[in-house]
């Protein structure tokens, strides 16, 4: 059985968005491929920092299954 987590795009570098938790006590940003999330959905790279997005949490506690909140 896989987690969700709700998750924010702070900032686009070079051609990774950093994401963190979207919640207050939030801990160090993560950086995945702009471009992987982006077209997962449906945004261009350049659309993505500050939306909120729904994530599944890999065993491996790595996020996949990008979806718009």
Do not use: C, F, N
Request: proline share 6%; charged share 25%; aromatic share 2%.
């Amino acid at each position: 059985m896989s987690a969700s987590a709700d998750v924010k795009v702070l900032l686009l570098i070079g051609d990774q968005a950093e994401i963190v938790a979207d919640h207050p006590d939030a801990g160090d940003p993560v950086r995945y491929p702009a471009a992987d999330i982006a077209k997962a959905v449906g945004l261009t790279v350049g659309d993505l920092p500050g939306r909120r997005l729904t994530a599944t949490v890999g065993e491996d506690d790595q996020l996949s299954g990008w979806q718009l909140r």
